[in-house]
């Protein structure tokens, strides 16, 4: 993931800036040598970052991993005009259109109005999607406590450190069998299938990621209530991002490289896919 390390190391200065005060705000720019670099929101989750390098006039934007939802846990993607735009391709394919956030979380509510005597446990990826998900549930009214796998309890306390106000959350593993259900339970994927789950009444299980629009990822995993709720672009946001920053050049990496340089080179520009070594497709 592109934006993994650049992510980390972001939260790693804002929590020292905290004390030192002197945090790079989005937008600022610092001199490197020769080149001018500024950070710019990537809308992926806290803290990720695009990073913009300007020399000799030429401009290239790193997107890393982005989205264009609103997300009420983290800055928005800013499109930033560029000569060269390196774009993830996580869900480039035609195919990959995300329902509205909103539709997913009102499935989740609906199937636990349905089955009240079970507990809804969802897979969600630690980093920016568990709080997203809690957060979109606080949106949709839903002020119950979410309980969660400890696995998910540290970063959830850095969200909060940084302002993002979580609600009630919860231990799922000190909490007594009954208390569980109808509740919601959040956990990291691996758990899922992980003698943990076992202890959980008649588990609705459930998994929040974009490969989730795939039925046959969803029975693989034995997912029964898939939601389609991703912190990557799909196709049409894609498209549009690579039209909105102005780019002659586009590079494509990390996803579905061939049909995103057909749809930029359609557009009449210049495009080719970027191969990094030791990248694979995560969990998201």
Same mark, same amino acid.
């Given at each position: 993931?592109?934006?993994?390390?650049?992510?980390?190391?972001?939260?790693?200065? #804002?929590?020292?800036?905290?004390?030192?005060?002197?945090?790079?705000?989005?937008?600022? #720019?610092?001199?490197?040598?020769?080149?001018?670099?500024? !950070?710019?929101?990537?809308?992926?989750?806290?803290?990720?970052?695009?990073?913009?390098?300007?020399?000799?006039?030429?401009?290239?934007?790193?997107?890393?991993?982005?989205?264009?939802?609103?997300?009420?846990?983290?800055?928005? !993607?800013?499109?930033?005009?560029?000569?060269? !735009?390196?774009?993830?391709?996580?869900?480039?394919?035609?195919?990959?259109?995300?329902?509205?956030?909103?539709?997913?979380?009102?499935?989740?509510?609906?199937?636990?109005?349905?089955?009240?005597?079970?507990?809804?446990?969802?897979?969600?990826?630690?980093?920016?999607?568990?709080?997203?998900?809690?957060?979109?549930?606080?949106?949709?009214?839903?002020?119950?406590?979410?309980?969660?796998?400890?696995?998910?309890?540290?970063?959830?306390?850095?969200?909060?450190? !940084?302002?993002?106000?979580?609600?009630?959350?919860?231990?799922?593993?000190?909490?007594?069998?009954?208390?569980?259900?109808?509740?919601?339970?959040?956990?990291?994927?691996?758990?899922?299938?992980?003698?943990?789950?076992?202890?959980?009444?008649?588990?609705?299980?459930?998994?929040?990621?974009?490969?989730?629009?795939?039925?046959?990822?969803?029975?693989?995993?034995?997912?029964?209530?898939?939601?389609?709720?991703?912190?990557?672009?799909?196709?049409?946001?894609?498209?549009?991002?690579?039209?909105?920053?102005?780019?002659?050049?586009?590079?494509?990496?990390?996803?579905?490289?061939?049909?995103?340089?057909?749809?930029?080179?359609?557009?009449?520009?210049?495009?080719?896919?970027?191969?990094?070594?030791?990248?694979?497709?995560?969990?998201?």
């Amino acid at each position: 993931m592109l934006a993994t390390e650049p992510t980390l190391a972001i939260m790693r200065r #804002r929590q020292v800036a905290a004390v030192s005060e002197e945090a790079i705000a989005y937008g600022e #720019r610092r001199r490197i040598g020769a080149v001018e670099v500024s !950070f710019h929101p990537a809308g992926h989750v806290l803290g990720s970052a695009q990073i913009r390098l300007e020399h000799g006039g030429c401009r290239v934007v790193v997107s890393g991993d982005y989205k264009r939802r609103p997300d009420p846990t983290c800055a928005g !993607f800013e499109p930033v005009v560029c000569d060269v !735009f390196v774009t993830e391709a996580t869900f480039a394919l035609p195919v990959f259109h995300h329902p509205p956030d909103a539709h997913e979380i009102g499935r989740l509510l609906a199937s636990l109005a349905l089955f009240p005597e079970r507990a809804h446990l969802v897979g969600t990826y630690p980093l920016g999607k568990c709080q997203r998900l809690v957060m979109l549930l606080r949106q949709s009214g839903y002020d119950r406590p979410i309980f969660i796998h400890g696995a998910l309890a540290s970063l959830c306390d850095l969200y909060r450190a !940084f302002g993002v106000a979580l609600g009630d959350l919860r231990s799922a593993t000190e909490a007594a069998r009954e208390d569980l259900k109808g509740q919601i339970v959040l956990a990291p994927p691996a758990a899922l299938a992980d003698r943990w789950s076992r202890r959980l009444p008649d588990p609705v299980i459930g998994l929040a990621s974009g490969w989730m629009r795939v039925r046959q990822r969803a029975r693989q995993r034995g997912v029964e209530l898939p939601l389609v709720i991703s912190d990557h672009a799909d196709w049409d946001e894609l498209t549009r991002t690579i039209l909105e920053v102005e780019a002659p050049e586009i590079w494509v990496t990390h996803g579905r490289e061939e049909a995103l340089i057909h749809y930029a080179a359609s557009r009449g520009l210049r495009a080719r896919a970027l191969n990094l070594l030791g990248f694979e497709e995560e969990e998201e």
